[in-house]
Structure formats: structure tokens, C-alpha cells
């Protein structure tokens, strides 16, 4: 079954305005991950958050990590239309495994 | 991060028929993934690719329907047989990260497109 669940499953914003996704997951996790995709081609890799990590920031994104809610948020800061992709969250164990979350759909329009 | 190809990028099958798809690497990974994403929906790991050794599958995965070779440390290929419309599919193959502050993280192939009918 799907360890992450992510919120909102779509999401529309103007360029310049920051987006914001949730994932929410059920058991206890390594790591949690973000990946992005673009029109069903290959994921790219945005940011790795550990277990006893808080936030992290990669350029315009900033990731933050709740273990005591079972949570994550992905910020893109002053998004752009390039950032229109679909993001998935999925949660990492010890044994490198990832379990994927539902996916948002980002759409910034220009 | 490692440069990751596949072939084909896209295919059309027949019912019946076999594929087999192709991940290379350009660089020596140790851990090489499988993944399979249904039209519309998030990724499932198939399977762990393991040199050397058998595949080790996830429930629902079978090795009849989904046999998996890694004879080194640079490619490994997974088979989709006797395919029907429910196999179409993107399948994307991944490898660990390297060591140290990228630990754990995945890096993907671009995927391959299947379609069958």
C-alpha cells in the first residue's frame, strides 16, 4: 500500500506566488524524499530530508519534516512556469526501499 | 548523480508478447530498482536488482511475469512476459545515490513508455 499520501492532489497558482504540498505518511521512516516529474518522463531527485532533520532548503525549496505528525511539506518559493510538474513525496528506510506517495500536480501559469 | 539510459523509450506490443527493457548506468552502483507507474497513478517498486544473485520482488510481483537480469554492476534488464493491456505502463529503473550526504537518495532512468494492445 502507498506509504505517503499527498495534499493537495492538484494545485494552480500564478507565476511568482509560492506552492505549497503536503505528504503525510504511516509508519516510522529513514528519510523522506521529493522527486519531481514532468509530463510522465523520469523523476528528478529535489531533496532528501533524514529523520532527525527538521528543514532543509535546496535554492527556491524548502522542506520541512514533522516525525511526530508523520509529515512533510515541499515549499517552491517565487515559482515559475517551468516549475509545472507533477511532485511526489516517498518515504526512504534503512534498506534504500522508497514507497511513493500519490503525486501533486503543479500547474504555474504564466 | 549517475547518468541512467533505457531503451526502448516507448513501445507498442502485442498481447502475449515479451519486452524486455534495458537500464545502464555509467558508473558502478551496487543498488538498482524497478519501478512501475500505471497511467495516472504513482510509482510501485517491482523489484531489487541484485548482481550476481536472484531479483528480489515485491508482494504482487512475481518472477514468471517480471524476470530481472544484473549480470554487473553497470546494467540490468526486466522483462514484462506475456504482456496484456494491463502491463501498459511506465517502467523506470533507479540507483542509489552515492555515499555520504547523498546516501539514500535515487536517481532515475528516463523511463520507458509501454503500451499494450
Known amino acids: 500500500s502507498q506509504q505517503g499520501e499527498e495534499d493537495p492532489q492538484a494545485l494552480s497558482i500564478q507565476e511568482g506566488e509560492n506552492a505549497t504540498m503536503n505528504c503525510s505518511y504511516k509508519t516510522s521512516i529513514n528519510n523522506l524524499q521529493w522527486y519531481r516529474q514532468n509530463s510522465g518522463r523520469g523523476l528528478v531527485h529535489l531533496i532528501l530530508i533524514r529523520s532527525n532533520e527538521r528543514e532543509k532548503h535546496s535554492g527556491r525549496l524548502r522542506v520541512t519534516l514533522d516525525t511526530s505528525k508523520k509529515s512533510s511539506s515541499l515549499l517552491i518559493t517565487a515559482s515559475r512556469a517551468a516549475d509545472t510538474a507533477s511532485y511526489f513525496c516517498a518515504t526512504g528506510g534503512s534498506n534504500y526501499k522508497l514507497t511513493f506517495g500519490k503525486g501533486t500536480l503543479l500547474t504555474v501559469n504564466p | 548523480s549517475a547518468v541512467i539510459s533505457q531503451k526502448p523509450s516507448r513501445d507498442i506490443c502485442q498481447r502475449g508478447t515479451s519486452l524486455t527493457i534495458q537500464c545502464q548506468v555509467d558508473?558502478?552502483?551496487?543498488?538498482m530498482f524497478w519501478y512501475r507507474q500505471q497511467p495516472g497513478q504513482s510509482l510501485t517498486l517491482i523489484a531489487t536488482?541484485?548482481?550476481?544473485?536472484?531479483?528480489?520482488?515485491e508482494s504482487g510481483f512475481v518472477i514468471d511475469k517480471f524476470p530481472i537480469s544484473r549480470p554487473n554492476l553497470t546494467f540490468s534488464t526486466l522483462t514484462v512476459s506475456n504482456m496484456s493491456p494491463e502491463d501498459s505502463s511506465i517502467y523506470l529503473c533507479?540507483?542509489?545515490?552515492?555515499?555520504?550526504?547523498?546516501?539514500?537518495?535515487?536517481?532515475f532512468g528516463p523511463g520507458t513508455r509501454l503500451t499494450v494492445t
Open positions: 558508473s558502478q552502483v551496487t543498488m
Open positions: 536488482a541484485n548482481q550476481g544473485s536472484e531479483a528480489t520482488y
Open positions: 533507479s540507483v542509489e545515490g552515492l555515499a555520504g550526504d547523498h546516501q539514500y537518495e535515487q536517481y
